[in-house]
């Protein structure tokens, strides 16, 4: 079993239309989440990271994390074609140590 | 620089050659890490450096897998004898200090390593 499971996709949503990112994870002791946007042959950046339950939200991205289900999810609001690219969520397992998702990747169509 | 700089981009090995990897953290970051991402895979920890911490090797595949770091500077990553399940995007990173403590992890572009 993998530690942090992303449907691979690909996602293909119109401009403008709400995007729903889930990511599952099979081990609740660690509380610390993030979520990393990666364009083509490029290195994934950092969108947001969020500690235990709840929402954070940041402009059109809101991270939730629901610890009794073991999801997090990432919300893109008002999608743009510049959000196209593959999300990668990942959950602490040690203090500088980070299980990876595969990643989904998003295609948003003008 | 701005951002973590890694060289060669790209790089083509014949297998049985070993390899070098350059990474070069963004200034005054005490914190560096390095990742595997193999196509259509997410990214495997491979090592992490904390100042002149002993750094924590506990990813790195095999014994042909090896890393170095000056410091807090430059780090390389060396492949002896490279397989071809050696293939993939080798990724440095690095941050300020412990990203639990809210500080960013900053990836550079990754090094594309072919092992034909």
């Known amino acids: 079993q993998k530690e942090v499971e992303q449907d691979p996709g690909p996602l293909s949503v119109p401009e403008g239309a709400i995007v729903s990112l889930n990511c599952t994870y099979s081990?609740?002791?660690?509380?610390?989440f993030m979520w990393y946007r990666q364009y083509s042959r490029k290195g994934p950046e950092l969108l947001m990271y969020t500690y235990s339950s709840g929402n954070k939200e940041d402009g059109r991205f809101t991270a939730q994390v629901d610890k009794s289900s073991k999801y997090i999810s990432l919300f893109i609001r008002d999608s743009q074609p510049s959000d196209s690219a593959t999300y990668l969520c990942a959950r602490e397992y040690n203090f500088n140590k980070f299980y990876f998702g595969s990643g989904t990747k998003l295609n948003v169509k003008p | 620089g701005a951002g973590v700089s890694q060289s060669p981009s790209n790089k083509v090995t014949e297998k049985g050659k070993d390899v070098e990897l350059r990474c070069d953290p963004i200034s005054g970051h005490t914190a560096l890490y390095w990742y595997r991402q193999r196509l259509g895979q997410g990214l495997e920890f491979l090592i992490y450096f904390q100042g002149n911490s002993a750094p924590d090797k506990s990813g790195l595949p095999s014994d042909r897998f090896s890393a170095e770091r000056t410091g807090e500077s430059v780090s390389t990553l060396t492949i002896q004898r490279t397989q071809q399940e050696d293939s993939a995007v080798y990724l440095c990173?690095?941050?300020?200090?412990?990203?639990?403590?809210?500080?960013?992890?900053?990836f550079g572009e990754g090094s594309w390593l072919t092992v034909v």
């Open positions: 081990n609740s002791a660690f509380q610390y």
């Open positions: 990173a690095s941050s300020l200090g412990q990203p639990t403590s809210g500080n960013t992890i900053y």
